[in-house]
């Protein structure tokens, strides 16, 4: 699903976003990515999103590499990858319903469709009776969920997650990885930042961690 071949990402003046990053990551995998401020995780996530593209080596996602694409490739690769915020990235002059129904309308999907994904999304998420509100009516753990249901909304089968509950209580950060796990058991790859020790060591799963832009342990290959 997802594979770093000797990734560099080195930024404007030098500095190194990601420095000879190797790994793999198997389709149906719930992954943690962890380490200090400035490790290089978001750097990591938008490599795989598209959003940023590495200065060397290869970032082959579901056996395309990320490099070559271009123009109409670029829009199918990330209509392929859901992507959540910390800081949640909702459309405040828009209500529930239309931010999540964003990504449908950016791909061409009739009304009826848009409706009823995006109805499912939202159920799925627990806001369903949210569709009318505006962001600004809602919490800190309400918004999450639309930015989620908004990911989802095309399903995707990856996922990527920057930092989801870093603005959330511990009771809402469990009900928010309780919805991940719930995606990962239909099969939906995911790969979740957080700087958040005690509640990654509590799921169970599969922790990459970075320091100073590199990879430097994988729970799943503790040599490494």
Same mark, same amino acid.
């Given at each position: 699903?997802?594979h770093f ?10 500095? %190194?976003?990601? +420095? ?12 943690? /990515?962890?380490? @200090? $401020? ?5 750097? !990591?996530?938008?490599?795989?999103g ?5 200065? &060397? ?15 109409? #490739? ?11 915020? #910390? ?17 449908l ?6 009304? &009826?469709?848009?409706? =009823? =994904?995006?109805? *499912? ?6 806001? /369903? ?7 600004? *009516?809602? &919490? ?9 249901? =908004? ?6 089968? !990856?996922? !990527?997650?920057? %930092? ?6 511990p ?8 919805l991940? %796990? #719930? ?7 995911? !790969?979740?930042?957080? @700087?958040? /020790?005690?509640?990654? $060591? ?8 970075l320091?100073?832009? =590199? /990879?430097? @342990?994988d729970? #799943?290959?503790? &040599? +490494?």
């Amino acid at each position: 699903m997802i594979h770093f071949d000797n990734v560099i990402k080195r930024y404007a003046g030098g500095s %190194e976003g990601l +420095s000879k990053v190797n790994l793999h990551i198997d389709s149906g995998e719930m992954v943690f /990515l962890t380490g @200090h $401020s400035g490790a290089g995780k978001s750097t !990591l996530l938008k490599l795989i999103g598209l959003l940023e593209r590495c200065t &060397s080596g290869q970032v082959l996602v579901s056996g395309r590499n990320l490099s070559r694409l271009s123009g109409r #490739q670029i829009s199918y690769h990330r209509r392929e990858v859901g992507m959540i915020f #910390q800081d949640y990235r909702l459309l405040q002059n828009r209500t529930v319903f239309d931010n999540v129904a964003m990504p449908l309308i950016a791909a061409g999907m009739g009304y &009826s469709d848009v409706g =009823r =994904r995006v109805r *499912a999304a939202l159920d799925k998420v627990g806001l /369903l009776s949210k569709e009318k509100a505006y962001p600004i *009516a809602l &919490s800190g753990g309400e918004q999450q969920r639309v930015g989620i249901a =908004r990911a989802v909304v095309n399903r995707p089968p !990856l996922v !990527l997650a920057d %930092e989801p509950t870093g603005n959330l209580d511990p009771d809402l950060s469990r009900e928010i990885m309780q919805l991940f %796990e #719930q995606f990962n058991q239909v099969g939906v790859t995911l !790969l979740i930042a957080s @700087h958040d /020790l005690n509640l990654i $060591s509590r799921m169970n799963r599969r922790i990459l961690t970075l320091s100073k832009a =590199r /990879l430097v @342990h994988d729970s #799943q290959n503790p &040599s +490494s």
